[in-house]
């Protein structure tokens, strides 16, 4: 090792937040220093066996990812599979250049059953029949970015990372480091993460390509602004309307403005709100229905705030759309003519951290309106909603044990529902 190479440790973002949510202090990552230059490696492994009691009379809710046993099936299903936070790895090499704090980071993030990219278009053999030999996980690239940054004129970000609306509901989730809600394919065929509270509380906030820009803190608040790839409207369902492959004359807006508080006092946490923009061009209409509507607008908007002193600590979520849809943007956000559903939901959850110990509970709901060119009464997806109790203990600094019991439920507009549990124990190595 040459003199001016120094080996750190230094905690990501992301792992940060881990160990503090969980009362262990900051996850390290590994970075090595020389000529100016800092190479660091930080990520996780995890892995879970859960138990799911599948619906053995489940009604028709279009939309719904809860496990729905097959007639005559066993309504018991057990897999081990990735938690809602996926296996990941995360590069970064940081300098400064002409007096600007200059990094870049690639996040990989490899689940750890056979996956079939959840439409039966993968590597795997016997693509689409789920877990079979010689089957191969999917890798998910989710973060390729760089940031520019000084302290005196904020932070300017370019590349793929998170998207704002839904980012701080997720990281603030219990779940995140273990498995919520395990959504049917899980149950049956293992995917890359199980839900969590993703479309039982909260939206995911999907990775996507963009353009960002963050002001420096004053006092703790700070203001971000960015565009970024417009997507599609997807219904998978068949009972709404859709784009496939459209252009966009117009990039994606979201905003955020946040306010971090008490940092050298006990009583600490954060607020902040969030705010999307995007104007739709649907191509396709709904089963049976004819397009009156190609050009709709869809709005997002999310507040979410942590409150912690000594243990305890209390989050709320709430978040409002028109045509954001259910699970993350713009999924089934659309009635079959065109017209903007309105979404809402939110999620409460406390914990307690004592010692090395945290026993949390997490309640969730998210509801999906119909509207104009909707069926009264149909099949689609009216609501999800969920409670997790969760028990995390670390058994080193770097390796919590997590145990969970989740009760889920998803109930349409005929008023036909689909009931689940699931109960998961798994090892979260974070490094």
């Known amino acids: 090792m040459t003199s001016n190479t120094r080996i750190l440790a230094r905690g990501s973002a992301a792992l940060m937040f ?61 897999s081990l599979n990735s938690g809602n936070l996926p296996n990941g790895i995360v590069l970064g090499v940081k300098t400064q250049v002409s007096g600007v704090d200059t990094a870049v ?3 990989f993030y490899p689940g750890v059953a056979n996956n079939d990219f959840a439409f039966g278009n993968g590597p795997n053999l016997g693509s689409g029949a789920g877990n079979v ?31 704002m609306l839904g980012f ?41 390509a963009g353009i960002t820009y963050t002001t420096p803190s004053f006092s703790g608040l700070t203001v971000s602004a960015g565009i970024y790839q417009p997507l599609d409207a997807i219904a998978l369902t068949g009972i709404g309307a859709g784009s496939t492959a459209s252009a966009k004359p117009a990039p994606q807006v979201q905003g955020q403005v946040k306010y971090k508080f008490g940092a050298t006092t006990g009583l600490n946490g954060f607020v902040s709100a969030d705010g999307l923009y995007q104007k739709q061009e649907l191509t396709v209409a709904g089963a049976g229905a ?15 705030s942590k409150v912690a002193y000594a243990g305890a600590a209390l989050v709320g979520h709430y978040y409002y759309g028109e045509g954001l849809g259910a699970y993350s943007y713009f999924i089934e956000g659309f009635s ?18 004592y010692a090395k110990t945290t026993l949390g509970a997490n309640y969730g709901i998210s509801r999906l309106n119909t509207t104009d060119g909707d069926a009264d009464g149909g099949d689609l997806l ?8 969760g028990l995390y203990h670390k058994l080193l600094d770097n390796l919590t044990l997590t145990t969970e019991y ?16 699931n109960y998961n124990v798994g090892f979260f190595i974070s490094f």
């Open 336 to 353: 079959p003519t065109g017209k903007a559903r309105v979404s809402q939901g939110g999620y409460i959850q406390a914990t307690y951290t």
């Open 105 to 107: 980071f690639y996040g």
């Open 18 to 78: 881990l160990g503090a949510s969980l009362g262990s202090g900051a996850a390290q990552a590994f970075a090595v220093e020389t000529g100016g230059i800092t190479f660091s490696v930080s990520g996780n492994v995890n892995t879970n066996y859960t138990f799911t009691n599948c619906d053995k009379n489940p009604g028709v809710v279009a939309g719904s990812l809860l496990c729905a046993a097959p007639a005559g099936a066993s309504g018991k299903a057990s």
């Open 133 to 163: 030999a010689l089957g191969s996980p999917n890798l998910d690239i989710r973060q390729v970015y760089a940031t520019f940054s000084t302290a005196e004129l904020g932070t300017l970000k370019v590349g793929r990372d998170y998207s």
């Open 382 to 389: 009216k609501a999800n909603s969920k409670y997790t109790i």
């Open 406 to 421: 989740t009760d889920a439920k998803s109930k349409a507009n005929s008023g036909a529902t689909i009931n689940t549990s």
């Open 168 to 208: 701080d509901a997720i990281v603030n989730d219990i779940t995140l480091i273990a498995v919520g809600v395990a959504s049917v394919r899980t149950a049956t065929s293992p995917a890359n993460t199980t839900l969590g509270t993703i479309g039982f509380g909260h939206l995911f906030s999907t990775p996507n």
């Open 290 to 304: 004819t397009l009156t509507d190609r050009n709709p607008v869809a709005l997002g908007f999310d507040v979410t």
